[in-house]
């Protein structure tokens, strides 16, 4: 466990919301159980009591993340002895940071673990998906269509489909080239959002801002050209 | 390419139709939301848009999956 010496969130996620976002929940708060109560309270004690309960906060942060790490093993094979332990204790140091520096943050509308978790979980995500990534070039946007089965192939025009053939032209006419760049880079070539971020110098939340913007342009167009959206729900 | 290709490719370009929270907002309510889904209550009582953020963005997903499985392994 790195010291606690200071505290940043790294600003994976920062952005505007989403045009569309609905009103903000407001920002209410719960009385906490009597165990979020323990948790919280003792984080704020002085020392020792506060070194023990960071002790035990990083125990549990490590734990969320080698349970990510654990979920992702098998994409993973590549990585050498011991390193996706590494990356895990990365992450449970940093989500401490993260946990400590957002504590007045914790509203108390979920147990104090689950909410301490999700900073484990997101660190840990980060990291393996951009080390995934690490030694591999973001594609280039030109040649993205022609990897998709029946996209570039007219013997297979058929299969392609009306309103995919139509979402092609219209990203071509109605985006913008940023726009453009990253729809192609998430949606059609599966790059991971936190390494297009990483690799365009800016933030996840910023760059998912831009995807939605592209998305509803993209929708508009069409509805208006008489497509039906109707795509039905994603399959879980 | 089978329509449930097309079908597939067709949701990653186009997103979710309905109104969604931005990746911010998603994991400032995923503690809650993955609370309320595992009493078997509808979360998007609770917090509306973060349903539909979830089906566009693969990432907060992830990490929401992975939240409910490790709370459902607990």
Redesign the interface.
Known sequence: MRPVTAASLTPH??????A???A??APARAELDPASRAWVASLRAGAPDRDAAIARLHDLLLR?AR??AG?RRDSLRFLRPGELDDIAREAADDALLAVLRHLDDFRG???FT??A??FA??EA?VKL?KRSWQDREVPVEAGAWEA???AGDPA?AA???D??RA?RQT?DTALTPHQRRV?VA???QGV???VLADRLSTT??AL??T??DA??R??RE?AAAGYD??????AP | MTDHRNDELLRRLLGPAAPEVGCETCFDELDRYVEVELTGRDPETVVPGLGAHLDGCPACREEHDSLRALLAAE
């Open positions: 996620l920062m952005a505007d919301p989403p569309d976002e609905p903000a929940p969320g349970f990510e979920r509308l979920s147990r689950t909410w978790y999700k979980l997101l995500a998906r998709v089965p029946g297979h299969e392609f489909g309103l995919l979402v990203m729809l998430l949606a059609l991971p959002i936190d996840r939340g998912y801002k995807l939605h998305r509803r993209l929708r069409l959206l109707d795509l039905g729900r994603e």
